[in-house]
């Protein structure tokens, strides 16, 4: 029986385990408005996240904050690979966008079968135990995980929106995105904002895979089901509408996680999948969101330099 005590629990638990989903789905918009780029190499970016926290803090007795920062390292580090030795070769190639998805496709299945090998195919986790200290708020009980995981997405979703808004290189992003042809006429380095925009997502991959690494197993294929949650998102919010995006795989996983109400915990995980289905067949183009590109044409129309815009 239903009460309210356990709708509440149920409603700030898929809150709090939302927290993570924003931040994947947030890294996947991003690329894709900037770089248009269908990134599924994104997931050997949050391979190499987990699998770096967990040697550190797992494998080698190591604390949680420098497996963090072992996370965000090997988020930047796998991103910067793809960039320069990937995505900058194929554009200056002119690649048809149907080989750079495939490429991102075969990055991804290739990471995860070498995670395989060397990590085997057990489920793991960054801490030893999934177990975390309980405070009751009232009825709702609130783990030590779940407002710290709330408030550094709330955080890094904010500083993201100050980044694009006030940073002048964020600036230079949210003009390529706009017109990339036009934005280069007016100085602005492209190859520069690609990468900037790559590393920016790795560092969102590298929170949200340390966050969900410390609170659910891991193997090296659950990637490829996240990332197939931050494409639903990406494509049921607006592609090209960051925030629309994060808020949609908020709604997501607040209605997958909340789905315990109605149906048997086993059969969550197909909801991704349905989920998928929608987006794809009755949302191709997502959910009309108001749209401004004040922003952009003010960049483009502002009096920048080359050498400030390109860096040199």
Do not use: H
């Amino acid at each position: 029986m239903l009460t309210f005590p356990i709708v509440a629990q149920i409603v700030w638990t898929s809150i709090a385990t939302s927290s993570y989903f924003v931040l994947f789905a947030l890294a996947f918009a991003l690329v894709l408005k900037v770089n248009r780029i269908f990134n599924f190499a994104q997931a050997a970016i949050m391979i190499a996240a987990f699998y770096a926290a967990y040697s550190t803090v797992s494998l080698t007795g190591g604390p949680g904050w420098l497996g963090f920062l072992a996370a965000l390292v090997a988020a930047i580090g796998m991103a910067l690979l793809l960039e320069v030795t990937g995505f900058r070769l194929l554009r200056r190639q002119r690649a048809e966008t149907m080989f750079v998805f495939i490429f991102t496709l075969i990055i991804s299945e290739a990471v995860a079968y070498l995670a395989m090998l060397v990590f085997g195919t057990w489920p793991t986790t960054i801490f030893p135990s999934l177990f975390w200290p309980v405070t009751l708020y009232g009825d709702i009980a609130v783990s030590a995980w779940d407002i710290p995981a709330v408030g550094a997405t709330i955080a890094a979703a904010a500083a993201l929106f100050a980044f694009l808004r006030l940073a002048r290189t964020g600036q230079f992003m949210v003009a390529v995105a706009d017109n990339p042809d036009l934005a280069e006429l007016y100085g602005i380095g492209k190859d520069r904002v690609y990468l900037v925009t790559m590393l920016v997502a790795a560092l969102l991959i590298g929170l949200g895979m340390f966050l969900y690494g410390t609170r659910a197993q891991v193997q090296p294929t659950t990637a490829i089901d996240l990332l197939l949650f931050a494409v639903t998102a990406t494509i049921m919010g607006g592609i090209g509408n960051l925030w629309g995006a994060a808020l949609m795989a908020f709604m997501l996983g607040f209605v997958q996680n909340a789905s315990v109400l109605f149906i048997p915990s086993e059969w969550q995980g197909f909801l991704l999948y349905v989920f998928l289905f929608v987006a794809i067949i009755f949302l191709p183009n997502g959910i009309r969101w108001p749209r401004r590109k004040r922003l952009a044409r003010q960049v483009l129309a502002g009096d920048l330099s080359t050498t400030d815009a390109t860096g040199t």
